[in-house]
């Protein structure tokens, strides 16, 4: 036998900037609005042209090919000389012995 019913209701009200507040907030900028702040500061999502400077190695090695063509009368003649032995073999009748001298200076 019931006398006497009541339904209890339990209601909790808090500020409007309280700490649960705040967090929510800072983690809603930072989910949906803090991609797109960093991708228009960085210039996009892809990156467009890419740069890259090389610098070649350089070194003297005392080495030298020396080509030449000659006219004379309306006829031309090849020669070749060079400070390696195997490209002399290979140039043939139109190797021509020659002086080189070569030295290198630093600024």
């Known amino acids: 036998m019931r006398l006497y ?7 909790f009200h808090a500020n409007c900037c309280s700490a649960a507040t705040v967090i929510s907030a800072l983690l809603l900028v930072a989910t949906l609005i803090l991609p797109y702040l960093l991708a228009y500061v960085m ?12 610098r070649p190695r350089v070194r003297f090695r ?10 004379s009368g309306g006829t031309g003649q090849s020669f070749a000389w060079s400070t ?5 073999a290979a140039a043939g009748s ?8 070569a030295w290198s200076e630093d600024d």
């Open 5 to 11: 019913q009541r339904p209890i209701s339990v209601t």
């Open 43 to 54: 210039g996009g999502f892809w990156r467009t042209d890419a740069y890259a400077l090389e």
């Open 62 to 71: 005392h080495e030298a090919l020396v080509e030449g063509y000659l006219v």
């Open 84 to 88: 390696s032995t195997t490209l002399n």
């Open 94 to 101: 139109l190797f021509r012995s020659c002086e080189l001298r």
